[in-house]
Structures are given as C-alpha cells and as structure tokens.
C-alpha cells in the first residue's frame, strides 16, 4: 500500500562551490577524507543510500569517505553539524527531502535557514513509502485497515521514526484522511520500530522501499 514518495539527495553547507570553483587548478577534488552526515539513525534507507554511494565515490576519487550517523530532533542535529561545517565540500548531508522542507514549518526556531545555509548537490533516490501490518492482525489491505481501526477507534497503534518525521506525519495524514483514531509511538532508532512491529507492539508502521534495495 503505497502512501508516498520521498527524495534522497546530497546537501552541502552553502558557499562551498565558489571555493571549490577558484582552487580547482591548485587541487584536484577531493584531496582528503570526504564525510557524509546522515541525519538518522543506521540501517534506514537513507543511511544506506550513504554508505553504498559513499563506497563508490570512494572507490572513484581514491580517497576515504567515511558515513557518520548524527540523528535527532527529526534531522535538525545533523543537518545543523552540516549548515555549521567548514564550507569546503568535504562534509557533505546525505538526508531526505523531510528534514529540510518540512521541519522549518514544525519548529518555530531553527539553527539554520535550510534554504540559504545549503546548497543541494544531487538527487540519490526517490523511494516509496508502504504500510506495512503485523500478520496476525485482520487487514491484508488498506481498506481493511481502515474498517478495523474505525471498529476500534483508539485501540490500534502506529510507529514512526520519530515525532515530526515523515513516517509520523503520513500516520496523522491517513488519520485525517480517514477519520480513523490510532496511537502514534515514536521510536529513535529504526531498528526497534521494526522489530516491534515484527513482535507485533505495533500493529502497523510506514517504512520507505528502496527500489535498489529489493
């Protein structure tokens, strides 16, 4: 049951080009150490993205590039460590189109504009969203969900990779939408929210398909 797309993609810290534009005849780039800042926890798709593309780019450019996990406050921790960087192409944000479009409208205070204090490099991937139940529960559609959740209003629950994360707001979304009432329970860490599904403590959740991934 697909919900949504998301966008996956390259940002760096906003000012960077020009330096790496002007210095291109005294070096060649990457002359060191490159460093992706993925703004969620591992094993997520967007981790992944970072690791396989950070493997390549590797093997491309001959120099190490090393992925490092700085999750929290649905993408802002990372995306600050970024915005606040050095402006010189070495580290790099590797995140989704959520925690740079959508985060500004949900928190009143920023620590950085995540249009002027970035500069976007590429698009990655574009992934689907799926809901995705515990088998044992009685809905093998979107429709059946949907009437069980209205039969038992308040008595199902929903897990997310966090308060303001897409995933989050695609439950509120399907809330609204369907005029059904189930309990959202955020989880940090993309690894429990999916083994707690799997154990059945959640009867459903939204989880991104890499179609590279299959």
């Known amino acids: 049951m697909f919900l949504a797309m998301r966008l996956v993609g390259f940002t760096i810290a906003f000012g960077c080009l020009t330096p790496l534009v002007t210095s291109a005849a005294a070096e060649q780039f990457p002359a060191k150490l490159v460093k992706f800042v993925v703004p969620q926890t591992p094993g997520g798709a967007t981790d992944v993205f970072a690791r396989k593309i950070g493997q390549m780019l590797s093997e491309r450019w001959g120099q190490p590039v090393i992925v490092e ?74 429709a059946e969900f949907i009437a069980l959740a209205k039969a038992k209003p308040g008595a199902l629950t929903y897990a997310s990779s966090g308060n303001g994360s897409v995933n989050h707001l695609l439950g509120e979304m399907l809330k609204a939408d369907s005029g059904i009432n189930t309990l959202h329970v955020p989880y940090r860490v993309w690894l429990r929210q999916l083994r707690m599904s799997s154990a059945g403590r959640s009867t459903r959740r939204s989880a991104v398909s890499p179609p590279s991934c299959k």
Do not use: E
């Not at 249009?115 to 590429?122: L, N, R």
């Open 69 to 142: 996990n700085r999750a929290g406050a649905g993408g802002v921790v990372g995306s600050d460590v970024v915005a606040k960087s050095s402006p010189d192409g070495y580290t790099l944000l590797v995140t989704y189109a959520g925690s740079q479009a959508i985060n500004p409208s949900l928190y009143p205070k920023m620590p950085f504009d995540s249009i002027k204090d970035f500069q976007t490099v590429a698009t990655l991937a574009v992934t689907p969203f799926i809901l995705i139940v515990h088998p044992n529960l009685p809905a093998k559609d979107l």
